[in-house]
């Protein structure tokens, strides 16, 4: 494990995890809950979610899995991960810049779901903090994909193992984590 990936394993641990009854937005009911935002928004959470995603996506690039032109973020958890993961690529001399894709349309402006630079056509990572049972990236892969985008690979920082990774495959896409609920129930 990577420093920025253990460093980054430590502050979740210790401030997003939380145990009590929560509602997820999948609509489920859970005994812990985990907060990402509470470790992604700080300074130096922002930086170690970009390193340990980055090196994540090298590796799967490096092992044939997926080779992308951008970085995609679910709103609302997926976005600083997006911009976190395009800061790092350009700190170490690539480009991957971010999108966001929406849950809705704005009523106003050009009224499009998914923002960012990116051209139809790229290749994308969608990020994500926290996966269920990957509902939230199947609606936003299909927005992209809807827009010309072909989405290479989902990396989240953790998965709560509860189908996610099955309905993303099942989508046709591959995912990845850097986390499981392993790594936080007790």
């Known amino acids: 494990m990577s420093h920025a990936r253990a460093r980054l394993l430590d502050a979740l641990k210790r401030d997003a995890y939380r145990e009590g009854t929560f509602t997820l ?12 935002k509470r470790v992604m928004l700080t300074g130096e959470g922002h930086s170690l979610c970009g390193a340990a995603l980055f090196e994540e996506l090298e590796r799967a690039e490096s092992a044939g899995l997926a080779k992308v032109d951008n970085v995609a973020g679910v709103a609302l958890g997926g976005c600083p991960l997006a911009s976190a993961v395009a800061l790092t690529a350009f700190d170490r001399k690539r480009t991957l810049d971010a999108l966001y894709v929406r849950k809705e349309s704005k009523d106003h402006g050009t009224r499009s779901m998914v923002e960012g630079v990116a051209k139809p056509g790229a290749r994308v990572a969608l990020l994500e903090d926290v996966m269920t049972t990957g509902g939230s990236s199947l609606k936003a892969i299909e927005q992209l994909r809807a827009e010309g985008f072909d989405v290479a690979i989902v990396l989240a920082l953790v998965d709560r193992r509860e189908g996610a990774i099955d309905a993303l495959s099942a989508a046709g896409v591959r995912a990845a984590t850097l986390f499981g609920r392993e790594d936080f129930v007790r």
């Open 25 to 36: 937005a999948s609509g489920k009911t859970s005994d812990f809950f985990i907060d990402c």
